[in-house]
T-cell receptor, first 114, second 116 residues
Framework: GENVEQHPSTLSVQEGDSAVIKCTYSDSASNYFPWYKQELGKGPQLIIDIRSNVGEKKDQRIAVTLNKTAKHFSLHITETQPEDSAVYFCAASEGSGGSYIPTFGRGTSLIVHP | GAVVSQHPSWVICKSGTSVKIECRSLDFQATTMFWYRQFPKQSLMLMATSNEGSKATYEQGVEKDKFLINHASLTLSTLTVTSAHPEDSSFYIC????????????FGSGTRLTVV
């Protein structure tokens, strides 16, 4: 089965700095890679996703890069703000619907200091 | 965008009683729903996968007689924790997707269950 490793487990940055969270996966059949933000006491929210036919995707301050050869993908947050503080999860899946089951990383606690 | 509504957001129950948690997809047909359990500062632990109209598929180690899952319609799935005990106290989260995967996996807001 799929195995997703996520690093670092904790990331502390100053407001305005960039933050990078990295994930690796093991199953070459995976082709859908979503990223979720989870605030305390809430469910995870999808913030960006990428499919294997694309190498990079951006949405304002958030970007995701994918290297299929190396089987790793990363989340980049620029100009971090205190409200970016949360736990971020990466996931990998063979598809994004039907009965495909995503495998999640262990999460990264991002702390943005004002 | 896709919205999944989960209720209740929190519940306290006595040991031995049963609790039902509802998960509804508001603007898409959820052909598949997932139920997760999350312990503090940990990742999501998949409990079961349910397809509309079919019996749920439980992950290894999850007691299907204790955690009853019903997915009778394309917009509603329920998780019933039967004969709850303090060790069942946890954060339960549902997730839903449609057959084409156009919405990815959308999560509910979670339910904090406390068994006293």
């Amino acid at each position: 089965g799929e195995n997703v490793e996520q690093h670092p487990s904790t990331l502390s940055v100053q407001e305005g700095d960039s933050a990078v969270i990295k994930c690796t996966y093991s199953d070459s059949a995976s082709n859908y890679f979503p990223w979720y933000k989870q605030e305390l006491g809430k469910g995870p929210q999808l913030i960006i996703d990428i499919r294997s036919n694309v190498g990079e995707k951006k949405d304002q301050r958030i970007a995701v890069t994918l290297n299929k050869t190396a089987k790793h993908f990363s989340l980049h947050i620029t100009e971090t703000q205190p409200e970016d503080s949360a736990v971020y999860f990466c996931a990998a899946s063979e598809g994004s619907g039907g009965s495909y089951i995503p495998t999640f990383g262990r999460g990264t606690s991002l702390i943005v200091h004002p | 965008g896709a919205v999944v509504s989960q209720h209740p957001s929190w519940v306290i129950c006595k040991s031995g009683t049963s609790v039902k948690i509802e998960c509804r997809s508001l603007d898409f047909q959820a052909t598949t729903m997932f139920w997760y359990r999350q312990f503090p500062k940990q990742s999501l632990m998949l409990m079961a996968t349910s397809n509309e109209g079919s019996k749920a598929t439980y992950e290894q180690g999850v007691e299907k007689d204790k955690f009853l899952i019903n997915h009778a319609s394309l917009t509603l799935s329920t998780l019933t924790v039967t004969s709850a005990h303090p060790e069942d106290s946890s954060f339960y989260i549902c997730s839903a997707t449609n057959s084409g995967g156009s919405y990815g996996y959308t999560f509910g807001s979670g339910t904090r269950l406390t068994v006293v």
